[in-house]
């Protein structure tokens, strides 16, 4: 999957490692894309701010990332992409710092809703992406069992990704105003469009 394909979305996150945001992306994509036993799953990553968003969370199981060398948890470690698809399944959401080490998984996040203002029809998951990415410094990045991906930054929708073109026909998404709209292969990136691109 080219890295091109979430540029803008990666820019418009300009505190976290460009590689560490595409990659967090793509692999959220791949988990929409191919869910888990043919049937689509949801989950929830937070990107940044770990230390606080651990303050702010409980885990609801045995942490199953805990204990293992750094280097094995990090997002740039490809072995570590099919044990996160298989933990995708668990209720919960992932932790991961903002050079990209997966710090927890399994974590319950404490949000309130009145921080946020949410499109209508988002569910809770998204609810709690919004309402941690408006009280941290952290990103929210939703996995809809619907299989879009949504991000969140500062309490807001800021992108969706289709992984499937079909998908967009069905008219679903969630971003308010004017937005940008590119393809690559199938998947379709959706951004809110600004100034720079204004003229095309």
Known sequence: MPKSAFDAISR???RYPQEVVELLIELAVEIAR???????IGTLFTLGDEQT???MSRPLILD??????????????????????ELAQLDGAFIVSSDGEFCAACRYLEASSETVDLPLGLGSRHLVAASISALTDAVGIVVSESAIVRIFSGGKLVAEVLP???LLGRRILQLRGRVREEHVSDLAVITPETDEYAGG
């Open 34 to 40: 191919e869910g888990r036993e043919g049937r689509r």
């Open 53 to 55: 968003i651990l303050r």
């Open 64 to 85: 199953p990332l805990a204990c293992h060398p750094r280097e094995s948890r990090m997002i740039q470690n490809p072995n570590l992409q099919g044990t996160i698809k």
């Open 12 to 14: 418009s996150l300009p």
């Open 164 to 166: 499937e073109f079909w």
